[in-house]
């Protein structure tokens, strides 16, 4: 729901980036969602290289009918013939706690020393900061200066 009302406010580099996090949850939530969600959230985020993985992944499920992968690939081809699989957006480059290597902002972990990056649920960018805001009642983390705008935690709802 966070991807969703962050693409719908026009924020789509922070829905791109929640949506790379339901990738954990593929267990629990349907791959169709979330796979969809993020094709159209790094799609709108011009982030084509993210998009053409997820097209890859919902092209490749078993479930889907006919018609609906025929669909996907005829949308994927539309949108790859056009701009390609690669960014054309530049992503902001930000450094690892651990290793201090230059890693893209949306990286739920470092490539370089394999660290794994807690999630702000206020925003979706991976937490990279030693100090932040934590929920007292579900203990979820958020940047502060992310969940300075909220009344509620965005995950429990629970007063701030």
Not at 46 to 74: P, W
Request: net charge negative; proline share 4%; aromatic share 10%.
């Amino acid at each position: 729901m966070l991807a969703q009302s962050q693409l719908f406010e026009g924020n789509v580099d922070a829905a791109m980036k929640t949506a790379l996090h339901l990738i954990e949850f593929d267990d629990i939530l349907d791959p169709l969602e979330i796979y969809s969600i993020l094709a159209l959230t790094s799609c709108a985020n011009r982030q084509f290289s993210v998009c053409s993985r997820a097209f890859i992944k919902l092209e490749s499920m078993e479930n889907l009918a006919e018609e609906e992968r025929a669909a996907y690939e005829k949308l994927a081809l539309n949108i790859f013939t056009k701009y390609g699989a690669k960014d054309t957006k530049t992503s902001n480059k930000t450094e690892c706690a651990s290793c201090e290597s230059m890693i893209p902002d949306f990286s739920q972990m470092c490539p370089n020393c394999e660290t794994k990056f807690p999630t702000c649920v206020a925003s979706g960018r991976p937490l990279m900061a030693y100090q932040f805001w934590l929920c007292p009642i579900c203990k979820h983390r958020a940047y502060e200066s992310e969940i300075v705008t909220h009344k509620f935690c965005p995950m429990c709802h629970a007063a701030i």
